[in-house]
């Protein structure tokens, strides 16, 4: 059973209280669109819908990619969260930090070898 | 990524273990080629700590690190990422720290569903045995952790909640 943390509905129903921002998942559902595309159909600024994309997206109703000069506003994958692939993504998350502790470790231990080779001469 | 694997033959990589391994508890397992007393300071000084942290491939950059490496000492990190207007803190507070051996710290933005973080390093001969284990104040807080898709700040933390679209489509379909 999936349970959702109070902070993370709390966000969404904030991101859903706009009718813009209900607008925009609309639209969303219909097909992709750039943030100019939905800027000029909403009749907002740049700027503002950013905006507006920003709380989607913090909320996790959106997702975002940046495509050349063009971010590119979808809808998130339609799928539960699974616990084996939060797991999966938590594992692969500490694996690209280990495989830059290995650099730091490995050059921590050459500088040791020479400062040792130095402090003997 | 397989450019750079091409033009800089890495060692062997060692494998990173996750497993939830209670209600309340996640366990991380790695072993590096290096003493515990290297691999500790990696850990404890921020100038080698905000180096490893955040990898560039998750798209984030670390805007401050401050770790004040003592029992009782805090420590504050600042993330920004491309997708998200305000950057994201992380804190908490060091409740143990033995040198080479051992480290806990407490994950406080979380409120108080925030987890304890214990780290430590068992030297095996010439390499170090790490195991970061995560203990959740309840199976609610781990299961809400899960649930939120934060692995720790990171953009696939932002990801959909079926739930929700399904009720908002009911509501902008009419």
Same mark, same amino acid.
């Given at each position: 059973m999936v349970q959702y943390s109070r902070a993370r509905l709390d966000a969404s129903f904030a991101a859903l209280s706009d009718a813009t921002r209900r607008g925009v998942l609309e639209q969303l559902g219909r097909g992709d669109a750039s943030i100019t595309d939905l800027a000029e159909k909403f009749h907002l600024t740049l700027t503002g819908m950013k905006k507006h994309v920003g709380v989607l997206e913090q909320a996790g109703l959106v997702r975002t990619e940046k495509i050349g000069r063009v971010r590119t506003c979808k809808l998130g994958p339609r799928r539960l969260h699974e616990e084996t692939a939060w797991i999966e993504r938590y594992r692969q998350l500490w694996e690209s930090r280990f495989d830059e502790l290995d650099k730091v470790v490995e050059e921590l231990k050459q500088k040791e070898m020479v400062d040792g080779r130095k402090k003997r001469k | 990524m397989d450019a750079r694997r091409e033009s800089e033959p890495t060692p062997m990589k060692n494998a990173t273990t996750t497993e939830?391994?209670? #209600?309340r508890e996640l366990v991380v397992t790695r072993t590096f080629n290096g003493p515990a007393r290297i691999v500790f300071e990696a850990w404890t000084r921020p100038e080698l700590f905000k180096r490893w942290w955040v990898p560039k491939s998750t798209g984030m950059s670390l805007l401050s690190c401050e770790m004040d490496v003592r029992v009782g000492g805090t420590y504050r990190l600042v993330f920004r990422h491309d997708a998200f207007p305000e950057p994201m803190a992380f804190f908490g507070r060091y409740l143990e720290v033995t040198p080479h051996s051992r480290l806990v710290w407490t994950? #406080? +933005? %979380? %409120? +108080? #569903?925030g987890a304890v973080t214990t780290v430590t390093f068992e030297q095996r001969g010439a390499e170090t045995l790490v195991v970061i284990h995560d203990l959740y104040p309840s199976k609610e807080a781990l299961d809400g952790a899960i649930a939120s898709g934060s692995t720790g700040g990171f953009s696939e933390q932002f990801e959909q909640l079926d739930e929700l679209l399904v009720i908002l489509g009911a509501s902008v379909g009419s």
């Open positions: - | 939830r391994t209670s #209600d994950n #406080d +933005e %979380g %409120g +108080e #569903d």
